[in-house]
């Protein structure tokens, strides 16, 4: 691998885990604040039982116990190995889905392949491989398929990440063609493409686009929880950082977005930290959630057990959340959302 990303990656580690990095005064929307935000339907008499909530769902042919996932953190730095088995080993235990951190450092360096390589303690969950959108060009069909399979990852995750990479030092900043080349991918690729933000939203125009590539799932990685400005502006533009720390679309409002253009999948990412925010992400159109950061901390405290213990917590909200509502299963928690502007 280069030094370049190999610094970058552990950077992002460092920063993450260290420094205050989420959005400041933008939020995801899902608080309620006043009359603003979204508010899950409260039924006084849900007439049922709270054990018979059925989290059970399924995404990209896969089985999922909840409709959760980790999303992608790290890969190919040397602290990576143990977070990633850590991590990999708390949702296999909960059977949730996992994404891992960019491939770019093992595609360079393939005896980096290691420190993503999780099947060993996750044997049947969803796990999802990763390359950023400005490496497509870059990298064959084959090749990427190569680092897919050397992982045995379930899907390939695209990040597209314009507002980060705009504060980067490393300047990838051309997204010219990338509709075009995501196209190419999820035609040609042998197993399931799917696109994320890394924390400041997709809207309904790139959506739309998005649902014309062949794609098989959005990822909305909205803005309110980790930014990404934030991190890439301590390593990079530290003038600028300031006034981009906000930007982006909050993630309830690219949830919502996102629906109304593309019938596949969704996965709500960015911010989500309870298993209320889980619960109004499905109420309003979303498939599965995902958190990042979050995990990142639990797994630095507490290992595997602090990461298994978080996400109990979060499925046990959501299923009390939905118990609430009314809802038996995730079909039953579509549209139990109160939208309030
Ligand atoms: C330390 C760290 C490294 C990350 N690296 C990647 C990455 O390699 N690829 C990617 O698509 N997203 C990456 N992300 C972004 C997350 O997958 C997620 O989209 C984002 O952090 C928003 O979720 P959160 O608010 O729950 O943290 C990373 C996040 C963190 C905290």
Redesign the pocket.
Known sequence: MTKETENRKAE??KI?IAEDVQFKEKTTGFEKVGFKGVELEYKTLPEMDKKEVKLETSFLGKDFKAPLMV????GGVKEAKKINKDIAKACEELGIGM?L??QRAMIEDPLLKDTYFVRDVAPTIFLAG?IGVTELGKYSVKELEKAIESIKADAL?V?VNAAQAAMQPEKETDFKGRLKEIKKLAKEFKKPVYV?E??HGIGFETAKALAKTGIKAIDV?GAG??SWTAIDSKRGNKKVGETFWDIGISTADSIVQCRKAFEGKIIA????RTGLDCAKAIALGADLCG????V?KAQQKEGSEGVTKLLEKVIEELRIAMFLAGAKNLKEMRGKAVVKN
């Open positions: 992002h580690l993450g999303e992608a953190i790290t994404g951190g960019s990763n995750a990040h994320k890394v924390g990685g929880g980790t990412s960015g911010g989500i958190m990042a950061l979050p990142l």
